[in-house]
């Protein structure tokens, strides 16, 4: 039972583009939820973040979204950059337990 | 900087021998600490919770006696995977949160049984 999905395994965006990455859940007890980004071999990074009571956060070029009657957020990132390609996982966490629960990533290209 | 530190980075055993990952907190305590297991291509999948002076917490279908952990002190988690054979071979990596949901992870290990 995959709680967090991102249903594209790779994206490919040209520089200065934007890039949208997706992200579904289906737990509704959800109380945050996470962008890390990952280069190979290494741990994650974290990127940014949302409450579960907001629906819409930003920090610099990078804005997520959150959509609670869908279960749904997204990941912007404009301009791309090169130096964004990596892969980037959805997460979610619920503050009773810390628990992160992390989605199957999605790999951005960005393209020259 | 790193402010979760793990090692080894990589490490390459021999089938039925054991081996042990530490997971530091740098400038902070942890009294929780998460391991986490990659397979190629795939999610980071949740194994257990290392909580300080207690029993890890294990997730459903992680074997808690091949998958040993240790969280003697309020900055070291270590995940010692036991008799390792081959279909353990993957990525492992540890985490601490920081600020409540903020969590950190470590570097990561990758770790080949031959």
């Known amino acids: 039972d995959q709680q967090v999905k991102q249903n594209s395994p790779s994206l490919s965006v040209q520089e200065g583009r934007i890039s949208i990455l997706n992200c579904d859940y289906t737990?509704?007890?959800?109380?945050?939820f996470l962008w890390y980004k990952k280069y190979p071999a290494e741990g994650p990074t974290f990127l940014i973040s949302?409450?579960?009571?907001?629906d819409k956060n930003e920090d610099g070029r990078f804005t997520v979204f959150l959509n609670k009657s869908a279960k749904h957020l997204s990941l912007h990132i404009v301009p791309s950059q090169p130096g964004d390609s990596a892969v980037y996982f959805c997460?979610?966490?619920?503050?009773?337990?810390?628990?992160?629960?992390f989605g199957k990533g999605t790999r951005l290209h960005i393209l020259p | 900087g790193a402010v979760v530190s793990q090692h080894p980075s990589w490490v390459i055993c021999k089938s039925g021998t054991s081996v042990k990952i530490e997971c530091r907190s740098l400038?902070?305590?942890?009294?929780?600490m998460f391991w986490y297991r990659q397979f190629p291509k795939q999610s980071l999948m949740l194994m257990a919770t290392?909580?300080?002076?207690?029993?890890?917490?294990?997730e459903q279908g992680v074997e808690k006696d091949k998958f040993l952990i240790n969280h003697a002190s309020l900055t070291l988690s270590t995940l010692t995977v036991t008799s390792a054979h081959p279909e353990d071979s993957s990525f492992y990596i540890c985490?601490?949160?920081?600020?409540?949901?903020?969590?950190?992870f470590g570097q990561g290990t990758r770790l080949t049984v031959v």
């Open positions: 985490s601490a949160p920081r600020q409540g949901v903020y969590a950190f």
């Open positions: 737990n509704s007890m959800f109380d945050y």
């Open positions: 949302i409450s579960s009571i907001k």
């Open positions: 997460a979610a966490s619920a503050l009773r337990d810390d628990k992160i629960i």
């Open positions: 400038d902070f305590q942890a009294t929780t």
């Open positions: 290392s909580n300080e002076g207690s029993k890890a917490t294990y």
